[in-house]
């Protein structure tokens, strides 16, 4: 118990002892004390070497946004701390559970510009839940312990811990015997029955509810309930794009995603709801559009873990400050239990939901999208691959998709069928390109018995496919990647097309041939160029006992819509391209 | 824009006041003042911070977000008592300076060094008092000046202590694990 141990094994042994089984990171200089303890405890922590740390990062966010636990990724001084940043910023976008360790410069030369030293405390202060700056290795128990704690409890988020060389190469005999000291930090999971309460009473006199699911849903593990709650209550459920799979979409309440890309429907439906019922969502202004004109005639009921999200950005009638999941039981407890109470809302809410499904089938069947009108002699429209994908993945199961950032991360989101949670990850918040193929080796890593798809544009797969040699290394052989090939940063040019009169500046874009490419990474390629070619080609990928690439050559000027341009009303929905092409 | 007077209570761990003026700096808002100094309980500080803001409800709940961060109040609207002080070196010319102690002596305030040609004084009391006897003093020449910056307290028996922060921090929020 009492041994002696270098700061480095402590590092080591605090991440066991929280539960930790995988990090992934690269080595240098200030972290190298780190790297030669990991050594002894591979059995217990398996360390997976990427090809960049902002891989690394994204690699450790896939791993927790597939599970719900810690991830962890690794890094040294300098370069490797603020190659970080930017998978912490999207941790913290996102509310990840992430844990960044960095190496840093020895305490003595702290603050001297040594070389590889930057002040990556400093640097991640606002984007990170919380960091701390370690330069003795007798702290490291504690901090390791508070920080894993501040990073997986209330509101999940990054925190870093940067640790100098001295504090890794000290000799201590650690104390263990922790108790943490964090007055300024109590998560607030019961919620106030009261409000519940209040809440209940607003829902039993609507005529027009709604129910917003989000992200909070899925990290609470609340899907159970909310299904419950609404299939008692019978109103119409959205869920947003962190919310995808929190409720099923083939489920009769399922009405789905709101938002600048969302249905026409179900923005219409938030502008005429009456009372309108948030679960972890945090009313982002991809939701929200111009939010002084969002959901006019409702009274907001609020349900956030995290007190400062609740009336950020929408009025809140009801705020409700609690775990999504702990909430989702009070109101299941305190509804009426008998039928009778709920017969008004239940006939309101069916006379509500059969206008929503009115209003579906005039503005726009999912159908439309997929069997596009003027898309008739385009090559590949990329919706013929959403409708091949959604296909297999559904009818084979055991999937996650890993989505990037761009037009492929909205039409996935719209066009293939969700059913259940933590199947659908993608970066959300902060939006971040190259976030998918890093993303994928660390869900892969986490359901080794899944088949993990990613879907990237041309553009982000660019950023950060250097991944597909750690894939390799590592021996992992369930990643398929469908890259939705459009020779653009197709989000942007999309903006320019429909606001800016076609002027494509810095949008269009060349690439290797992404199947070639694949083969000199070891993996199968693939290129796809025509409808007919798809649904072999997605077989071939299945069949094939190691990780594949499709190429899918699509039409290059193929959009989403709905649109709702930025900072205008949810109203105002743009379904087509003013350029006829 | 109106000023706001901020009163925060925070845990003295390093890098909290970094923490709590990102916060405001990221809305790229101007700090007028900050005050900071232990509080009545060891390791527990108290922040005074005056900022020009509308939207002071959501700051005050981002702060909250801080980890260190203990309580933090609004009190621009509360009875409050506020003061700061400032030294000011002045020009002063032995012809000068009866003019400059009669002066002093009507704002209660106080000469604290003599040099040749310099005196350094200093003034307590309220910002505005304060405001007010830097105006008057200023035509003698001010050759240095030094504010503390403004430190409020709520008046009467309704406090913003730390105590009941800390006294419960023994055993941290329950953990809930995810379902799934
Ligand atoms: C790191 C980063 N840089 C820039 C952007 C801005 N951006 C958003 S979408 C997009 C285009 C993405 O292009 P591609 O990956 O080819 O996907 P597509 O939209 O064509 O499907 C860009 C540049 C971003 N989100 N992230
Ligand atoms: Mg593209």
Redesign the interface.
Known sequence: MSEKRTGAQVMCEALIRNGVEVMFGIPGGAIMPFYHAMWEYRDKLRHVLCRHEQGAGHAAEGYARATGRLGVCIGTSGPGATNLVTPIADAMMDSVPLLAITGQVASHVLGKDAFQETDITGITMPITKHNYLVKRAEDLPYVFEEAIYIATTGRPGPVLIDVTKDAQQATIVPNWNIKLDLPGYKPNYRPNLKQVREAIKLILSAKKPLIIAGHGIIMSGAVEELRAFAERTRIPVITTLHGIGSFPEDHPLSIGMPGMHGWVHVNRAIQECDVLFNIGGRFDDRVTGKASTFAPNAKVIHVDIDPSEIGKNVKVTVPIVADARLALQAFLDELPPDREALAELHSHASDWMEHIREMQAKHQPKQQYINRANTENMSLPPHDVYAALSKALNSRGNYRVVTDVGQHQMWAAQLIDWYRPRTHITSGGAGTMGFAVPAALGVAIACPNETVWVICGDGGFQMTNQEMATIVQEGIKNIKIAVINNGYLGMVRQWQELFENKRYSGTPLSGPDFAKLAEAYYWKGITVEHTSQVEAAIEEAYETDGPVLIDFRVEREANVFPMVPQNKSISEMILESPHKS | MKKHTIVAL??DR??VL??VV??IR?RGFNIESLAVGHSETPGVSRMTIVVEWEDV??VV??L???????KVSDVTHDPIVEREMALMKLHAPPAKRPEIVALTEVFDAKIVDVGANTMVIEMTGSPAKVQNFIDVIRPYGIKEMMRTGRIAMVRGARGHTAEE??E???G?????P???
Not at chain 2, 64 to 70: A, C, D, G, K, S
Not at chain 2, 172 to 176: F, K, L, P, Y
């Open positions: 925070v845990q390093p890098g970094s923490r990102g916060l990221r409800e959501q709940k981002q909250y977000r801080l980890i260190e961060v203990l922060f800390v419960s921090a023994n941290h929020a329950e953990r809930v995810a379902m799934n």
